[in-house]
């Protein structure tokens, strides 16, 4: 629990993620959206409730683009106060495939430096 400022109280609760890794984007959104009821029902049923809720979420989108599967590590926001809800993501990261090698290096490596993905998601 820490204070904003005067009139605000951040409260952190944990929810249950509901499962795997969502892998695609309406996975990412109806989990965010899930995690904020949770906390606002129990807060509701104990006549304490709150102003607003904010809850982050991260998984994988993805895409086919040109006949490619990319899949991209992405993080959700959703912010409601019981009312209104609304989304918010950051820009995403596209994963490499186990054996694909990244088309640039990394900086201050040589090229023979590069590393390369060896490990898989489950899903993908």
């Known amino acids: ?4 400022c005067d009139w605000t109280e951040v409260v952190g609760y944990e929810v249950d993620s509901g499962g795997d890794t ?3 984007r309406e996975e990412l959104m109806q989990r965010a959206r899930q995690r904020a009821e949770a906390p606002q029902a129990q ?37 409601t106060d019981s009312v209104r809800g609304h989304f918010s993501c950051s820009g995403g990261i596209e994963l ?18 590069r590393r390369i993905c060896r490990r898989r998601h489950p899903r993908w």
């Open 1 to 4: 629990m820490g204070s904003v």
């Open 22 to 24: 969502p892998v695609s």
């Open 43 to 79: 807060l509701c049923a104990e006549n304490t409730p709150a102003d607003s809720y904010v809850v982050l979420e991260s998984g994988l989108d993805m895409v086919h683009e040109n006949s490619t599967r990319r899949v991209f590590l992405e993080s959700w926001a959703y912010v």
């Open 96 to 113: 490499l495939r186990a054996g694909q090698r990244s088309a640039a290096p990394r900086p201050g490596t040589r090229p023979r430096d």
